[in-house]
């Protein structure tokens, strides 16, 4: 079973800090989804990465896959309370099934 | 509106009383798979379904059976529930393998 480490397990920030969470594993994957989870509810889908080195943004998030389709991060530019949430990373086995990372727990205080 | 529907939200039943878990989806989406969420370990896929009939093991599917009789709906079942199947569980669906995943809203189950 691949696995997908992601870090910081847990981060408490301030509104208006930047920060970066990190999404790891010793797999190649064919592509790299990030989703959102808040609070009662399911994970949603931020974006989906595919090509080794791609970056994407929305908005004040940076999305970027590695070079060797092993690992991404997610960049947070001026982090707002509603960024707040379980940010999890989810690696596409080349069609064959999806693994989801641990999550990264986001708290942005006011 | 697009949507996954998980029923019940909430459930509290007792070691060994059979219940179900329905998931229902509108989108008409081939791919279908149920979730366990736990603190710590994240999502893990208990068993998936590429369509109608055809159905897999992911890589928690002990004491779980589930069925894909028609596209839209795909229900877990718990034969005989323990206090290790308590958990957070997540329907998703998927309009094929590699495409986003749109997640229920979760149905968290306590076996006591």
């Known amino acids: 079973t691949q696995l997908l480490e992601q870090s910081p397990q847990f981060l408490s920030i301030q509104e208006g800090e930047n920060l970066t969470v990190y999404c790891n594993s010793s797999?190649?994957?064919?592509?790299l989804q990030w989703y959102r989870q808040e609070p009662g509810e399911g994970p949603v889908l931020l974006v989906t990465?595919?090509?080794?080195?791609e970056v994407k943004k929305l908005k004040r998030l940076t999305f970027q896959f590695g070079d060797a389709r092993k690992d991404s991060s997610l960049h947070i530019t001026a982090a707002q309370p509603g960024d707040t949430g379980l940010y999890l990373c989810?690696?596409?086995?080349?069609?064959?099934?999806?693994?989801f990372g641990p999550g990264t727990r986001l708290s942005v205080l006011p | 509106e697009a949507q996954v529907t998980q029923n019940p939200r909430y459930l509290i039943t007792v070691t060994g009383k059979k219940l179900t878990v329905t998931c229902s989806q509108n989108?008409?989406?081939?791919?279908m798979s149920w979730y366990r969420q736990d603190p710590g370990l994240g999502l893990r896929q208990i068993y998936y379904?590429?369509?109608?009939?055809?159905?897999d093991k992911g890589d928690v599917p002990e004491g779980y059976k589930v069925s894909r009789k028609e596209k839209r709906n795909f229900p877990l079942i718990l034969e005989s529930p323990s206090p290790n199947q308590t958990s957070l569980y997540f329907c998703?669906?998927?309009?094929?393998?590699?495409?986003?995943?749109?997640f229920g809203q979760g149905t968290r189950l306590t076996v006591v």
């Open positions: 990465v595919v090509t080794g080195g």
């Open positions: 379904s590429m369509n109608v009939e055809v159905t």
């Open positions: 989810a690696g596409d086995n080349y069609g064959q099934n999806f693994v």
């Open positions: 797999s190649v994957f064919s592509s």
């Open positions: 998703a669906s998927r309009l094929n393998r590699n495409t986003e995943a749109f």
């Open positions: 989108m008409n989406h081939e791919y």
